[in-house]
């Protein structure tokens, strides 16, 4: 038997935990999908629809993954069934879990990777004297080059397993330290920067001025109040990255001695934090130089809009390869998170040591990102989710439309079902030990019945919103 007990790694820091939280949680959807959906519905109006769903509906689950995480000291391969009653099947749940994030990292690994090789091409100077068509047209260039993207990508993923097997003080709580306050710095400094531009006025009262006709109306006049709403909730469900074991696994490294909801608002708050403050970047950097809505959102505008905005600034490359290394932080810091989980799987399922963990993922993974890069290019005739789609889609769609609100629907009921769950009275306990926010008994009711019928309402939402838009 190899089952020695071992005392569990604990961060060394309470700053560690938020910070690498919030990493997991901070990645690209909060600069590239998060201004424009703000913009979009109507600027400061939309946000507060949003903040109200992140508070009523984010940070009860986030409470209750961290939960599941620090009581049963164990990652999502075994924490259900260590709290779960005799006889329930829970447990099945493990293997979902550990497939998304696989899923997870089988795309954003390639991602971090198109943001690497831009770095390079920003302070390479390869997109000054560029006309915007020209510099438009190397993303696809980047994405067609299947030898240049598994390099790069391969790169990325011993970088982030190389972290990971520093140790957990020492790899991952120190790296994305130093990674997120770098992303802080340099994030407040874009933005204060574009914030300055002449015309950049314009954008920010875009961005921040209430617009209730923008919330309710769309460009024609059509009513799309509903819309808007589940634009909020999707936004306020999806940027925590919960649902899946993400956040779990490092409930398992804290101590009791502060309250998991109140960690959870801490977390939040920086999480959206950042995605506001890259608003100010983004915004009215697009009205500054007249870029329209449909280059505002989304990959295009990380790696076609903005390097043509950067090519037309003073000092541009510089600004450029601050930007790119921004979100590089940004992703890196997702991505040894999350690695983090996938090797603690192995740990805790196998009794593996961290380093044969390491290893064994990294190699693991390595093949796993290849579906994802011959989509764009060997592969690109393979399109599982209709015309123009590709296997990133497909992998992306498993992800956010079908693994993260099941699980979070998961976690919800085995925190709230008393005999055949863990139970709303233990998981009320394990929330509340320490100092700090606490969750009210009152809201009992709330968890166990509102928010699972949310779940399953915005689940069927994004479903048929999928496959039968309107």
């Not at 009320?428 to 009152?442: F, P, V, Y």
Request: hydrophobic share 50%; charged share 15%.
């Amino acid at each position: 038997m190899s089952n020695k007990s071992v005392e569990r790694e604990k961060f060394g820091s309470r700053l560690g935990f938020i910070l690498i939280s919030a990493g997991c949680a901070i990645g690209l959807g909060n600069i590239w999908r998060f201004p424009y959906i703000v913009s979009q519905y109507g600027g400061a109006s939309f946000i507060l629809i949003y903040l109200l769903f992140l508070v009523m509906f984010g940070l009860p689950i986030m409470s209750m993954e961290f939960a599941v995480g620090r009581a049963s000291q164990k990652s999502i391969a075994k924490s259900f069934s260590t709290l779960e009653p005799k006889n329930t099947k829970w447990h099945w749940f493990s293997a979902v879990g550990a497939c998304g994030n696989y899923l997870l990292m089988m795309f954003y690994t390639v991602v971090t990777a198109w943001l690497f090789i831009y770095f390079y091409k920003t302070i390479a100077g390869d997109f000054i004297g560029q006309s915007v068509e020209q510099v438009t047209s190397q993303f696809a260039q980047v994405q067609q080059n299947p030898i240049l993207q598994i390099l790069v990508t391969a790169l990325v993923v011993v970088l982030g397993f190389f972290i990971c097997s520093l140790g957990l003080k020492k790899g991952v709580e120190k790296i994305n330290k130093i990674m997120m306050l770098g992303l802080l710095a340099i994030i407040v400094v874009l933005a204060v920067y574009v914030c300055t531009l002449p015309g950049a006025s314009k954008g920010i009262e875009y961005y921040l001025v209430p617009n209730l006709h923008n919330l309710v109306y769309d460009s024609e006049g059509k009513f799309r109040l509903g819309e808007a709403i589940f634009a909020a909730l999707g936004q306020a469900f999806f940027t925590l990255s919960i649902g899946m074991g993400s956040m779990a696994i490092f409930g398992s490294y804290i101590k009791k001695d502060r309250s998991l909801l109140g960690e959870s608002l801490s977390i939040a708050a920086l999480d959206t934090g950042v995605a506001f403050i890259a608003g100010l970047i983004i915004i009215p950097a697009t009205f500054v130089f007249e870029v329209k809505g449909g280059d505002t959102a989304g990959p295009g505008l990380i790696f076609e809009t903005l390097p043509n905005i950067f090519n037309n600034i003073w000092g541009g490359p510089v600004l450029g390869a601050l930007f790119f290394l921004l979100m590089i932080f940004a992703a890196m810091s997702t991505v040894t998170a999350v690695f983090e989980n996938i090797i603690a799987f192995g740990m805790d399922k196998w009794g593996w040591s961290r380093k044969k963990s390491c290893l064994i993922n990294c190699l693991l993974m390595l093949v796993l990102v290849l579906p994802c890069i011959l989509g764009f290019n060997l592969l690109s005739g393979f399109t599982p989710l209709g015309p123009e789609t590709n296997i990133m889609d497909l992998e992306d769609f498993i992800i956010s439309n079908n693994i993260l609100p099941l699980g979070s629907l998961v976690y919800v009921l085995f925190c709230t079902l008393n005999k055949k769950g863990w139970g709303w009275n233990n998981y009320l306990e394990e929330a509340n030990a320490g100092k700090g926010l606490k969750m009210s008994n009152k809201l009992k009711v709330y968890c166990k019945y509102i928010i699972p019928i949310l779940l399953v309402v915005f689940y069927i939402y994004g479903i048929i919103s999928k496959f039968l838009p309107a």
